[in-house]
């Protein structure tokens, strides 16, 4: 700087690209592509650098499939080819990826620049608890110093790094300038609260800005939900990318007498709340079927709330021709439960057919006959309706290719109020982390608005009948849910005392809950884990959704008292 620059001038300029992208586990060449096409981007906004986000040529999280050699070689070869391309003068690059040094497998970031592997930095902490289960399969890195480039000191905590102060610190008492995050951080509901308390935090303690890079995309039951944004060293908000999108954005970057910041740029409003999980279901559900090449989907439509939403989520997320709901109706089936299924089907603009059941349940009726002699008609008879057509679904499934989509709630699932080999036969479920009372919401929500990107049309696409009938399986005459279960209001407020909070059986019922039924509920949530266990992976929303965050013991003798 000249002696007549003023000190309220920037001295220097830095100019980053930020990659929101969805990146699919395992598909290496795939990712590579991806982040070819990026930097092209990145080239012609005039980008110096490009971030990516954690484990980006790996696909996140890859489990225990990074653990494979041939998997460990197959992405080294992807960064030391992306490495070499970065010898073209264009934007330098910053890309998660495994890594094995000395022995040991990290989860690293690679700085690729004038064509070769320049900086590797190796996350530190590394997280083992809920979804994450990262210490099985990768070594900490030790603490890191910050990566110099074009005279800049970049700090880079991955991800899980900058939820405690020690990394951060490490890095602003070692001269960093700036924090870049790449991360790979799935959605929950109260999940933005808490990534902007963080990141804040690191701020104020570092006095340095931060930019935070999530992926975005669905893997299996986790939706990665973007929502990238910088923070300056001041804390203001300075660039925000939308949710559940893809982007690659440039940022500016200019050095001033104070440190750097950088220049406001575009805010995307993000979507939270309810608007929030009705777009992750759409997100996990169309990239699951999308990630493992079905063609399309297959589900029961019986009239009912449940299958009303999965139907709708189905449609947005790929489209109405891709979609094909089945009536199977048997005696107990209403006219009025005909009647709202098709309204559901014509409103979406879905494929529907009908096909009736009675021949398969009276056949197997007559096949067990001779055993059931002398027993009283009960469940088991009932299920034979469930079993029935879900067999149909999966011949269905079997003959065309599309995959069948279960439509339990959280709520049923939570006390066993669903049929093995029945109705929870299917690859994946968009409600199982959605309690009942969220479902009524959620189509509430659907028939007055739609995610931006969604393929479904707009408007109504549930009748109100569908919503506003009291919800029933119609597995025998006048069959209402509350005859099995307590009010869902009751039900899910329990339900959530006890596996979402943990509480104990006796604190639910000081809320002024009868102790009976608390001790009820806990029993059925205990008793039905052995279901669970079989049950259609689906999209975590709640911060203890069934089978990453919450792993109970099917033989488990423990009960509380109230």
Not at 54 to 82: H, M, N, W
Not at 521 to 529: C, D, P, S, T
Request: proline share 7%; net charge negative.
């Amino acid at each position: 700087m000249s002696s007549a620059q003023m000190p309220n001038e920037p001295r220097d300029q830095l100019l980053i690209a930020f990659a929101q992208l969805n990146p699919i586990v395992g598909d290496v060449a795939g990712n590579l592509e991806k982040a070819r096409v990026a930097r092209a981007l990145a080239a012609e906004q005039g980008a110096d650098l490009i971030l990516f986000s954690e484990l980006f040529i790996s696909g996140y999280p890859p489990e225990d499939l990074v653990l494979k050699p041939a998997f460990q070689a197959a992405c080294r070869t992807a960064v030391q080819t992306l490495a070499a391309e970065t010898a073209d003068g264009g934007p330098a690059v910053l890309i998660g990826t495994p890594w094995l040094e000395g022995g040991r497998l990290h989860n690293a970031v690679a700085l690729l620049e004038d064509g070769r592997v320049s900086t590797l930095r190796f996350k530190v902490d590394l997280p083992n608890y809920g979804t994450f289960d990262e210490r099985r399969v990768f070594a900490p890195g030790p603490m890191p110093g910050p990566i110099p480039f074009k005279g800049v000191r970049l700090g880079v905590p991955i991800c899980e790094d900058i939820w405690t102060p020690d990394v951060v610190e490490c890095l602003s008492e070692t001269g960093s300038e700036i924090l870049l995050v790449p991360n790979g951080s799935p959605y929950r509901r109260t999940v933005y609260d808490e990534r902007t308390n963080v990141a804040v935090a690191r701020v104020v303690e570092s006095g340095l800005p931060l930019a935070y890079i999530n992926q975005v995309g669905g893997q299996d039951e986790l939706v990665f939900d973007g929502g990238s944004f910088v923070l300056n060293a001041d804390r203001s908000l300075a660039v925000q990318f939308p949710n559940f999108q893809e982007r690659v954005r440039l940022t500016r970057w200019e050095r001033w007498a104070d440190g750097w910041r950088c220049e406001e740029g575009a805010r995307a409003p993000l979507l939270t709340g309810e608007e929030a999980n009705y777009a992750a279901c759409v997100t996990g559900l169309r990239d699951y079927v999308e990630k493992n090449r079905f063609p399309g989907v297959v589900l029961g439509l019986s009239g009912g709330v449940d299958s009303a939403l999965v139907a709708a989520m189905a449609v947005d997320a790929l489209g109405p021709d891709r979609v094909h709901c089945v009536m199977l109706p048997y005696r107990y089936t209403s006219n009025e439960s005909l009647s709202d299924a098709a309204g559901v089907a014509e409103a979406l603009g879905c494929r529907y057919d009908i096909v009736p059941i009675s021949e398969a349940v009276e056949g197997l009726e007559a096949s067990l006959a001779p055993l059931f002699a002398g027993t009283e008609r009960g469940v088991t008879e009932e299920n034979l309706q469930s079993r029935a057509r879900g067999t149909i679904l999966m011949s269905i499934s079997n003959k065309f290719g599309s995959m069948v989509v279960t439509t339990g709630n959280k709520s049923e699932m939570s006390t066993g109020y669903a049929t093995l080999y029945g109705d929870m036969n299917g690859g994946y479920n968009p409600l199982k982390d959605l309690y009942k009372t969220e479902v009524f919401r959620l189509c509430h929500l659907r028939n007055r608005w739609k995610p931006a990107e969604a393929l479904g049309p707009s408007g109504r696409v549930m009748p109100d009948n569908v919503i506003v009938k009291p919800p029933t399986a119609e597995l025998r005459e006048n069959q209402k849910d509350q005859d099995s279960l307590p009010p869902y209001e009751v039900l899910d407020a329990i339900l959530e005392c006890l596996v979402e909070k943990e509480m104990p059986v006796a604190d639910i019922a000081a809320l002024g809950f009868e102790p009976a039924l608390v001790a009820r509920v806990e029993r059925m949530l205990n008793i039905a884990e052995y279901k669970r266990r079989q049950a259609a992976p689906g999209v975590k929303i709640t911060t203890r959704n069934f089978g990453r965050d919450r792993r109970y013991p099917i033989t488990n003798r423990f009960r509380e008292t109230a």
